[in-house]
């Protein structure tokens, strides 16, 4: 039964060298760069651009539909995949669930429609 | 795996399913439509489903969809209890949705979703199916407790029950995980399997595993110490969704307990019996005192319900069949004078909202003196005065914990009543023993569907009181439960 703990001191390990890594690394550079701080040095990276604003900013609370649409497609697609690959293994019945489950998200996006969700307005 | 093809068991869900999909496409296709129709369509499916769940009760057990789920006659009667407190709670939802222009499709969508999750969680026989059924639950009831958005309780109610419930649903997950971890299964009949001839012995974090568990279930359940969002999303919730929430969500979380614990972890009952019992002592004792000094009604009946949960702990800390068939009895007696009693609450108006604090009903039985008496029914049922099904539905799990040598439970769930006794006679004597104001006339909500609920609800109070024998034997029929 020990050995059954002892399988997870890898685990640990791993968190350890982990931190240890973290740590280590930011400490290094810490010693090591030279310091010669100017304003576009400490300015926000964001793509190369200038950043616009400040970062406590409310996003629009539209956008919440387009993440709920996208998790709804995301898994659609996350299940459609494995099920590509083995349905002539599992027959019609494979088939109808999968056109089963596709009409029902269908569903959801026609509600969405429907309540006029994909309108920006 | 026997019975794979079997996705009839699943019948009534669907049925469900489908209706909440329609009662979607409706609202979207005919925007604002709305009226008793959207009612109807609920009633229908949760009917129908019921009539089809009663195909399964009485036959064999048997698994289905790769034991995920089983048929068996456990899992039809906790379905019943879950589709009828459905059914009493949309009965009084258009009444009290209409006047505050709630009376939406996606209202009747979310109670007809939850409602799957909580029958799914009754005929869970994996883990997983049960952690799948108690999410679709959670957040459909999250939203339903919010419903009334305007309001400022609603949003307490609903992100206080949605913050805790997220973290009570990390305890199960956690609790699956380590079950997962010691047995390399997370099929209820195949843990047991493993379970009883020792393959638990060794496992360490077995007590962890299964203290998780009952952390998860018994936040869903409302159990002190896992009871602190209780009132305030009683309180702040749309009352027909407070009496849906209190009843449906406590029959299919002990309905989960019940199968979790008693079904699938016998072996291991040595680790669970003295904490659940420690539980429950607590819920019944700590719930009683502080509804003593509840002034609004919605937050004294909220803590009465989770004292009831304490009741119904002790017939699963029997762990037997006759604990079994009590805490069924003691479901359904429970979810008619729930819906019951949250449905008197709606039935007296104060103006326009309804009549909450405790002293506005001083009279109340000298103006109103029918809706009062039902009133006074269901509290005294909650009581647990004789002539009522409280009564029984206590009886019965009173001897099944003395029968299985916890006789100290039922000692302190006796004192604990003694306590709570006080506080729901305390409303029939502001009632029926204080003179009326004069300036008040009292109005009673005119809704139809209301009074059904109610009328509903007392027959089976009233029933259950009468021919208690009849109920139990039901309850005993269904405690052959697992194949």
Redesign the interface.
């Known amino acids: 039964m020990t050995d059954y703990y002892v399988s997870y001191a890898a685990v640990a390990l791993l968190a350890v060298v982990i931190l240890l890594f973290g740590v280590g690394t930011f400490a290094a550079w810490r010693l090591l760069r030279p310091q010669r701080p100017n304003w576009e040095k400490l300015s926000i990276y964001e793509c190369g651009i200038d950043a616009v604003g400040e970062s406590w900013k409310q996003p629009n609370v539209r956008y919440y539909i387009f993440a709920f649409l996208f998790v709804v497609f995301d898994v659609e697609a996350l299940f459609l995949f494995p099920w590509a690959v083995t349905y002539e293994q599992l027959g019609l019945f494979a088939v109808v669930e999968m056109i089963l489950f596709v009409v029902i998200l269908f569903f959801g996006l026609a509600y969405a429609w429907g309540r006029r969700v994909l309108e920006w307005a | 795996m026997p019975g794979t093809?079997a996705w009839t068991v699943l019948l009534p869900e669907l049925v469900i399913v489908g209706a909440a999909?329609l009662l979607?496409?409706v609202?979207?296709?005919v925007?604002e439509s709305r009226g008793p129709h959207l009612a109807v369509i609920t009633l229908v499916a949760l009917v129908v489903a019921a009539v089809l769940a009663f195909d399964q009760w009485g036959a064999d057990a048997q698994l289905a969809l790769g034991g995920m789920v089983v048929s068996d006659s456990f899992g039809v009667f906790a379905r019943w209890v879950i589709l009828g407190a459905g059914a009493l709670a949309t009965l009084t939802a258009p009444g009290y949705l209409k006047p505050r222009n709630l009376d939406r499709a996606e209202f009747y969508a979310l109670l007809l979703l939850a409602t799957t999750g909580m029958t799914l969680l009754a005929v869970a026989s994996d883990l997983v199916m049960v952690f799948i059924a108690i999410e679709l639950l959670s957040l459909a009831l999250y939203v339903m407790a919010g419903f009334e958005r305007g309001r400022l309780e609603a949003q307490e109610a609903s992100m206080k029950y949605f913050l805790l419930g997220a973290f009570s649903s990390a305890f199960l997950l956690y609790g699956i995980a380590f079950v997962f971890g010691g047995t390399g299964t997370t099929n209820l009949i195949r843990i047991r399997a493993i379970a009883s001839v020792g393959g638990l012995d060794?496992f360490?974090l077995a007590g962890v595993a299964v203290a998780l568990l009952t952390v998860g279930l018994g936040f869903k359940a409302a159990m002190v110490p896992f009871h602190m969002w209780t009132p305030d999303a009683y309180q702040g919730a749309p009352t027909p969704v407070t009496a849906f929430m209190a009843a449906a969500t406590k029959a299919a979380a002990f309905a989960a307990l019940i199968r979790v614990l008693v079904l699938s972890l016998p072996a291991l009952r040595w680790d669970w019996q003295p904490v659940l019992a420690g539980i429950t002592v607590l819920t019944i004792v700590f719930a009683s005192i502080v509804a003593v000094a509840q002034t609004d009604v919605k937050r004294m009946l909220a803590y009465s319900s989770i004292s009831h949960a304490g009741f119904v702990g002790i017939a699963v800390v029997a762990a037997s069949r006759s604990g079994v068939a009590a805490a069924l009895m003691y479901l359904l007696v429970y979810t008619a004078m729930t819906v019951g009693a949250f449905g008197s609450v709606m039935l007296f108006r104060e103006g326009q909202s309804e009549r909450v604090h405790i002293a506005k009903y001083s009279g109340l039985g000298i103006k109103r003196p029918a809706a009062a008496a039902l009133f006074a029914l269901f509290l005294f049922s909650m009581a647990g005065i004789p002539p009522t099904g409280g009564f029984w539905a206590k009886w019965y799990v009173f001897f099944a914990a003395i029968r299985a040598d916890q006789a100290w439970l039922p000692i302190v769930a006796v004192a604990g009543s003694v306590i709570a006794a006080f506080f729901y006679i305390r409303v029939a004597v502001v009632m029926f023993m204080q003179d009326p104001p004069s300036d008040d006339d009292m109005p009673l909500d005119p809704s139809p569907g209301l009074r059904m609920a109610i009328g509903i609800s007392a027959l089976v109070v009233v029933g259950t009181g009468i021919a208690p024998g009849f109920f139990l034997s039901l309850a005993e029929k269904a405690t052959a439960f697992g194949p």
């Open positions: 093809e999909i979607l496409l609202d979207a296709a925007p060794d360490r």
